[in-house]
């Protein structure tokens, strides 16, 4: 799509590092996204990042509506006339991370996530949807690889922390696209992934999501301390209770959380609320 660089350029665009502005416009990419996303005619689309807008026109090919966030001002009369004449997109001129999400899931509905995102705030981005959405479907973003590989993590493996362990509370994460950075313009000094999360009702049943917060957050304080120090430490415990929580969760003495599943934090937070230590 050389005439998206050709708009930007016709309007004096200067591209803003600091909102980690590295555009796509590959068609073939953009639609192989879109398919990756699962996105149908009877769902909305959340875009974080409109951009120079070939996302956000891909993305309304299949999808019943778009609303698409942008920061920068300077791109509207561009997106004025990469998205002339489609119907079905409302673009929202400001910064995502101050708007309203409740109020935003009450207009859009059921919906998905799909968005190039901004580097600088590509975590912060995901964990809002992973632990305050109520109506999204799931999230299909393009992220930086080395985060694409936390996102998506195996226990045990360097890549698997905190991060990995509150995304698998709500759904299941897996990188579905490698994207090499010569597909970007400007050129980033990484390559990236498209990493996809399907968020699932009761995907790991506990009594309380703030109390496997919690421990996972303890669990991965200090990596190489073992969790039993990790809960004496976080929750102020005695050695003992510490211990009797960890069996009563059938978590063996002495290992450390970051060897451990999802399911023996979501078995351990439920421990920890039984025994009124969390809510
Ligand atoms: N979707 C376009 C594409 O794929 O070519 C642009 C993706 S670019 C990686 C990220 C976009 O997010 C930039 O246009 C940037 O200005 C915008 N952005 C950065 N921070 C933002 C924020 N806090 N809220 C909304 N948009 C933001």
């Known amino acids: ?102 109020a935003l899931e009450e207009r859009l509905g059921r919906y998905f996530v799909v968005a190039n995102l901004p580097y600088y705030i590509t975590t912060p981005i995901v964990m809002r949807f992973v632990e305050h959405a109520r109506l999204c479907a799931g999230m299909c973003v393009m992220v930086q690889e080395e985060v694409a590989a936390r996102f998506a993590a ?15 509370l709500r759904g299941r994460c897996e990188i579905v696209r490698k994207v090499p950075r010569t597909m970007f313009f400007p050129r980033p000094n990484v390559d990236s992934a498209v990493v996809r999360i399907v968020f699932e009702e009761d995907r790991l049943p506990v009594l309380s999501q703030s109390a496997y917060r919690a421990v996972v957050r303890a669990a991965f304080s200090a990596r190489r301390k073992t969790l039993e120090n990790d809960l004496m430490s976080a929750f102020s415990l005695p050695r003992a209770s510490a211990r009797e929580l960890l069996l009563a969760a059938g978590i063996a003495e002495g290992v450390r959380g970051e060897t451990l599943p999802p399911e023996s934090f979501a078995r351990l937070a439920d421990e920890l609320v039984r025994n009124k230590i969390l809510s």
């Open 1 to 102: 799509m050389t005439e998206i660089r050709e708009v930007l350029a016709r309007h004096g665009f200067g591209f803003k590092k600091q909102y980690g502005q590295n555009f796509l416009t590959d068609v073939n990419l953009l639609r192989a996204i879109v398919g990756d996303a699962g996105v149908d005619g009877t769902a909305a689309v959340l875009e974080i990042g409109a951009g120079a807008g070939a996302l956000t026109r891909a993305l309304a090919e299949r999808a019943k509506r778009v609303v698409s966030f942008e920061i920068d001002r300077s791109l509207r009369p561009v997106l004025e006339e990469t998205l002339a004449g489609v119907q079905n997109v409302e673009l929202v001129f400001g910064d995502f991370a101050r708007c309203d999400l409740a």
């Open 154 to 168: 195996r226990p045990g493996t360097p890549d698997y922390g905190a991060v990995t362990a509150a995304i698998a």
